[in-house]
């Protein structure tokens, strides 16, 4: 069951931001996938629970594949496609090797790897396809404050998921 909500996260994500225009807070635009896409890093690392490293890499593969497929199906240009998968590949890769080798509680290696994880995939996604690399979107002079939006409400997500994961753990125990 966690790979089904593992995987639907990532093409809600990208329903998502396909149809609905990113929010606007002040300077800072957020993807409305950005949501789904930090409670991914969360699902992930039940899946890894579960399943062990080795496999969870398969089931990223899946999903990639599966995202790449639909964000092009959805209407995303080749440019956003690419740096969507770009983002996922180095963002849950990353996730999932600083979960496995932190010797920390589950709640903290959640925090630590999802922090990891979501700073990586903003600053790809929005280098690679918003700026005047990719589709230019976005300026320069304004990369910064897109990656930081995107992040900070990955982080916010991540912090909220890791302090359920306590509650609940600790409730367990």
Do not use: H
């Amino acid at each position: 069951m966690s790979i089904f909500f593992y995987i639907l996260s990532i093409l809600l994500a990208n329903f998502l931001s396909a149809q609905i225009p990113p929010l606007q807070l002040g300077p800072l635009l957020i993807s409305p996938g950005t949501f789904t896409i930090a409670a991914s890093f969360i699902l992930r690392d039940l899946v890894q629970n579960r399943y062990g490293r080795r496999k969870t890499y398969y089931f990223i593969v899946l999903a990639l594949i599966l995202s790449a497929i639909t964000a092009k199906a959805l209407g995303d240009p080749l440019t956003i496609v690419i740096a969507s998968a770009c983002a996922f590949a180095a963002s849950e890769s990353s996730d999932t090797e600083i979960y496995s080798r932190l010797k920390l509680p589950m709640a903290w290696r959640v925090w630590w790897s999802g922090l990891a994880g979501g700073i990586l995939d903003s600053g790809i996604f929005v280098i690679i396809g918003l700026s005047p690399l990719g589709m230019g979107f976005i300026p320069w002079q304004l990369i910064p404050v897109a990656i930081i939006g995107q992040a900070l409400f990955k982080i916010i997500m991540q912090g909220i998921g890791a302090v359920a994961i306590a509650v609940y753990v600790k409730g367990v125990d």
